[in-house]
């Protein structure tokens, strides 16, 4: 991942054309804190990072710590209608 690619800002998605669970918050030289809604800050490694256009940041669910796939799982089941 280079860092220059990575904009504090940018939305983070699980893959292209999913709904953006989150922003980034801070850029490291092996480590992106990201923005989770209804969970906070989380660090997610670099390597995880798929792809990065277009103010969007891609990353491979399976590459993120246990914590983070937890965060993304419940990320907008706040914002579903409950029948």
Known sequence: ????????????????????????????????????????????PATAVTAVHDGKVIVNRTALPPAARQAIAVAHRREEPHT
């Open 1 to 44: 991942m280079s860092r220059a690619a990575v904009s504090i800002g940018d939305q983070v998605f699980v893959e292209d054309g999913a709904v953006s669970f989150g922003a980034v918050r801070g850029v490291h030289a092996h480590e992106l804190t990201i923005f989770i809604e209804g969970s906070g800050d989380l660090t997610i």
